[in-house]
């Protein structure tokens, strides 16, 4: 095979671009040298183009989204400067010195909170009253049960002051707003803080307010409309090796949502690297940072490709979105009005055409800060495919899910060896892991989200979910929710060898999931919903709690099966054991590290005579070798001696015992300690999280649970409220309104 190899620097890319186009060989091969290639439009490559073609760093190669301005300044107030760039550009990133700057909002950016910093008074009328023009500006919020977050374009204000908006449809679960997680941006009077910009359209004008009262003359500036970097439509063969890819703008605002199936998500077909139509695409050592929507989404018919050794960090949506298209599916459906099928037309099983993703490898990637704007995100998600594989990576700090598998169709896809931990941060009713099911059979004869009509939908539930899922060998670490959250309707699982902390497994509907083998500590099995005939069953698992099994609406005629588990509450009672519990037992299981998160069950333990096995349990067991882990897990138990108090929906316990105190990383017994905390509790909501430790609220020290709530009882409503809690064995801060 004749290979053309061009070396490629920043000031012949767009020659080499051209010459690669116009070479006609069977094969390139582009060497980036070191610098910064700013892009201001994508490169796109078809199926006319050279079908083996591989991109190579050589050196610290930046591929980014920009077109450099040169800004003439001067001050329009003491703090805010503005600069005339020309009227009717399109952008909304700003990067001065090469770092993103924040598009003028209210409340003012704060990391690490809740869309970046939320009100409940960002819409109040007050506010709106200050605003001459909002037209332009935007809202994001979450959604109105917190599945995920839902965003506005303001279109004005009415003659009597009340403002006006649309919904953008980037939630396939309606356009609730929920009213305290709030922001607004992009209006002019909200420029008020240090690193925010506004950019007047119509007239042409920039306005910059610097940090440090600095003069921006001496600073360099880009702008970015473009959001994509490659895409790729009819290409196969085509490398990605050792490049940073960055600086695309926002694409929630911009690019029409489009919502695949029934699952929560409504997506954007976009991505810095685009591929539909496509085979063989593989992206090697890359790293994509600082972009405003996905990193890389394999769209449509797509074959056959490797994501592997990568870093995501910054991103905008999701890191890696791999979805079909909605013709693939038979009978598809989505959650509105006359696009929500209650009943079958189509009963053959599998796809319709072959319009779907299938055979992807995503493999020692490390996955962390993604959805910083689009909040129905992960790290990895999966829809409308088919044999993917998530191995060996380590996600964290995820405002949804770390990994999440959107709808049934088609199944066979592996989730092993993940590190997932530090997810679920912004939004509820979720898990670290989340699946969805709601595939043809999920709503026939009438639609109720119950689990009924089980043996009515039996004999259909794997038209769509062909293949079965496996995952394996994951450690799952939650502070609130759901562990690996199999919700609405999810078919078709094999769940063994996980080592969940702090979250457990729940299956929600849905049949045939087998369930055996995995380790839950200081969390049960939540059984929610069961259909009839459903075929479940829970064997061979350790759960460590004071209940392992928490049993929600199940419906008549469920065949779950529960038999031959092991369970333990540090010596304390374990309670609220199914009554179908067959053959299981209340055993010590002597572990060996727990304090470092290895919990491999003591060769001196019964469990292990009893048909348990041990599965690799150290933190290079798990994710990426190289990357953070999460802290340790202690399961403290809640025994008859603990005093313990229910507040407000959640079960708040005294700090009594080294133990206690050494596993929180207290420095004396002050303090309450959370050990329920419901996700759709005001607690939930207000950002604690279970084994929290609240230690002072609204400068006031904590001694006990009861001191707790009577400090929270006397809070004044509508307040900003600061609480310090020690999580993670150090203390943080959560601010909050009551």
């Not at 010459?19 to 439009?41: I, K, M, P």
């Not at 998500?265 to 539909?276: D, L, P, S, V």
């Not at 009713?429 to 039996?458: A, E």
Request: include cysteine.
């Amino acid at each position: 095979m004749e290979k053309t190899i061009l070396s490629v620097s920043p000031i012949n890319f767009t020659d080499a671009l051209r010459l690669l186009h116009a070479c006609g060989t069977d094969a390139a091969e582009l060497r980036f040298t070191s610098g910064e290639y700013l892009l201001n439009e994508p490169v796109i490559l078809t199926a006319d183009d050279p079908q083996n073609i591989a991109f190579v760093g050589e050196g610290d190669v930046r591929i980014a989204a920009g077109e450099r301005i040169a800004p003439v300044w001067e001050r329009h107030t003491d703090t805010i400067w503005k600069a005339c760039i020309g009227a009717g550009r399109s952008f909304d990133t700003l990067r001065a010195d090469g770092v993103r700057q924040i598009l003028c909002r209210y409340p003012d950016y704060r990391d690490g909170a809740v869309l970046n910093g939320s009100s409940p008074d960002a819409l109040s009328p007050e506010r709106i009253a200050c605003w001459k023009n909002p037209a332009g500006g935007f809202i994001r919020a979450l959604h109105s049960a917190h599945w995920g977050g839902n965003s506005y374009r303001i279109t004005g204000k009415t003659p009597s002051g009340e403002l006006t908006y649309e919904w953008v449809g980037n939630n396939n679960r309606g356009s609730g707003m929920n009213a305290e997680a709030v922001m607004v941006e992009n209006i002019f009077e909200e420029l008020d803080s240090e690193h925010e910009w506004y950019y007047d359209r119509a007239e042409g004008i920039l306005y910059y307010y610097p940090a440090d009262g600095a003069d921006p003359s001496g600073m360099t500036f880009e702008i970015s409309g473009t959001e994509e970097l490659f895409r790729l439509t009819g290409a196969k063969n085509i490398t990605f090796e050792n490049l940073t890819f960055s600086g695309t703008s926002r694409t929630m605002f911009t690019v029409p949502h489009e919502r695949p199936l029934r699952g929560d998500w409504a997506i954007q077909r976009t991505g810095a690297i685009f591929a539909e139509n496509a085979e063989h695409i593989t992206i090697r050592g890359c790293h994509f940072t600082d972009l405003g929507g996905n990193a890389v989404m394999f769209s449509g018919y797509h074959r056959d490709s490797l994501i592997e050794d990568c870093e995501f960090d910054g991103i905008g949506a999701s890191g890696v979105l791999l979805c079909g298209n909605a013709s693939a599916a038979r009978d598809p459906s989505e959650w509105d009005g006359d696009h929500h099928k209650t009943t079958i037309s189509d009963y053959t099983p599998g796809p319709a055409n072959d319009e779907y993703v299938k055979d992807v490898v995503v493999q020692n990637c490390y996955f962390t800060d993604c959805g910083t704007l689009e909040k129905q995100s992960a790290g990895v998600c999966i829809s409308i495919a088919e044999h993917v594989t998530v191995r060996g990576n380590t996600v964290h700090r995820m405002p949804r899910a770390g990994v999440n598998i959107s709808d049934g169709t088609f199944g066979g896809h592996f989730i092993e060896d993940n590190d997932i931990f530090d997810c679920v941060r912004e939004t509820g009713d979720h898990g670290p892991f989340n699946s969805w099911g709601r595939d043809r059979f999920w709503s026939l004869d009438y639609f109720d989200t119950m689990g009924k009509n089980g043996v009515r939908k039996r004999a259909f539930a794997r038209l769509d979910a062909l293949h079965t899922t496996v995952i394996r060998h994951n450690r799952i670490h939650a502070l609130h929710a759901f562990g690996i959250d199999l919700d609405d309707g999810s078919t078709n699982y094999e769940i063994y060898n996980n080592l969940c902390l702090g979250a457990g497994i729940k299956t929600r509907e849905g049949f045939d999931r087998l369930v055996y083998n995995n380790i839950l500590i200081g969390c049960p099995f939540e059984v929610h919903v069961s259909y009839a005939l459903n075929s479940d069953v829970f064997a061979n698992n350790l759960v460590v709690n004071s209940k392992p099994f928490n049993s929600v609406c199940l419906n008549e005629g469920n065949t779950t099966a529960i038999v031959n588990n092991f369970y333990w509450n540090g010596g304390a009672p374990v309670t609220g054991i199914p009554e179908q519990d067959r053959d299981s037992a209340v055993c010590d299981p002597m572990f060996a590290f727990p304090s470092t998160n290895d919990y491999t069950v003591g060769e001196g333990s019964e469990i292990l005579a009893k048909g348990f096995v041990n599965f690799p349990m150290s933190d290079a067991d798990f994710g990426r070798a190289d990357k953070p882990n999460p802290p340790p897990f202690v399961y403290i138990a809640a025994g008859t001696d603990m005093h313990t108090l229910e507040y407000g929906g959640i079960l708040l316990a005294d700090i009594t015992g080294d133990g206690m105190q050494s596993a929180a990383g207290l420095p004396d017994r002050c303090g309450a300690m959370i050990l329920r905390v419901p996700f759709d509790s005001r607690f939930s909501a207000y950002g604690f999280r279970m084994s929290d430790v609240i230690r002072s609220v609204d400068g006031r020290t904590v001694e006990n649970a009861a001191d707790t709530a009577r400090i929270f009882d006397e809070l004044a409503a509508g307040r900003e409220v600061c609480a310090e809690v020690y999580r993670n064995q150090r203390p943080e801060q959560i601010v909050f309104t009551k």
